[in-house]
């Protein structure tokens, strides 16, 4: 099991940058695929951005990329999305999410690990 407790969100300008921070617990977190998923207020949860286990590959929404970046340090335990170039409607609140050894499609995720959440507010 894996606790994940995310950080670093806030209000920010339309342009600015924000980075969101996860930390886990446990030893195990170089096993465990990791992403980020975001909903905002009167819309369903979506998939934002994750990398794969093993091999560590990305996978981005086309609303994100070019402009977030997922990276993970297996040595701090944490996994950070980096947003750039931020507009209004990158508004929600993100969560962290996990899942062990998983090797499905990302973009049909469902993750069994999830954090509480932060908010990101974008104003233009």
């Known amino acids: 099991q894996v606790q994940l407790v995310e950080s670093g969100g806030g209000l920010v300008q339309a342009g600015g940058s924000l980075r969101l921070s996860c930390a886990a617990s446990?030893?195990?977190?170089?096993?465990?695929?990791m992403g980020w998923f975001r909903q905002a207020p009167g819309k369903e949860r979506e998939f934002v951005a994750a990398?794969?286990?093993?091999?560590?590959?990305?996978y981005y929404a086309d609303s994100v990329k070019g402009r977030f970046t997922i990276s993970r340090d297996n040595a701090k335990n944490t996994v950070y999305l980096q947003m750039n170039s931020l507009k209004p409607e990158d508004t929600a609140i993100y969560y962290c999410?996990?899942?062990?050894?998983?090797?499905?499609?990302?973009?049909?995720?469902?993750?069994?690990?999830w954090g509480q959440g932060t908010q990101v507010t974008v104003s233009s």
């Open positions: 990398l794969s286990w093993p091999g560590g590959t990305t």
């Open positions: 999410a996990a899942e062990r050894y998983y090797t499905g499609s990302y973009y049909y995720w469902r993750p069994n690990y």
């Open positions: 446990g030893r195990t977190f170089s096993s465990y695929a």
